[in-house]
């Protein structure tokens, strides 16, 4: 797969086969840190899909993912002083 293939998955411009193909995609995002370097409803899904167990964190399939959840990704402040993350 490549970042484009992911990226349409992902906002829904392409059809992903299944479900798998769909998780896939997040994954791939999430493997290289496509997700985080995109617009912040990338980043807020990642986490989110990280936080139900459909994708994981690459190298610590164990380990809580590292996020601070009091950065926001409107303004990239943190802690989030402008409400457009909340």
Known sequence: MT???????????????????????????IDT???WELQGWFGRTAEHMIE????????S???EAEVDPEYCDCCECTPCDCDWGN
């Open 3 to 29: 970042p484009f293939e992911a990226i349409m998955i992902a906002e829904g411009a392409s059809s992903a086969k299944n479900e798998e193909e769909y998780i896939a995609a997040w994954q791939f995002l």
């Open 52 to 59: 139900q167990g459909l994708c994981s964190v690459p190298g």
């Open 61 to 63: 399939e164990n380990e």
């Open 33 to 35: 840190g496509a997700c």
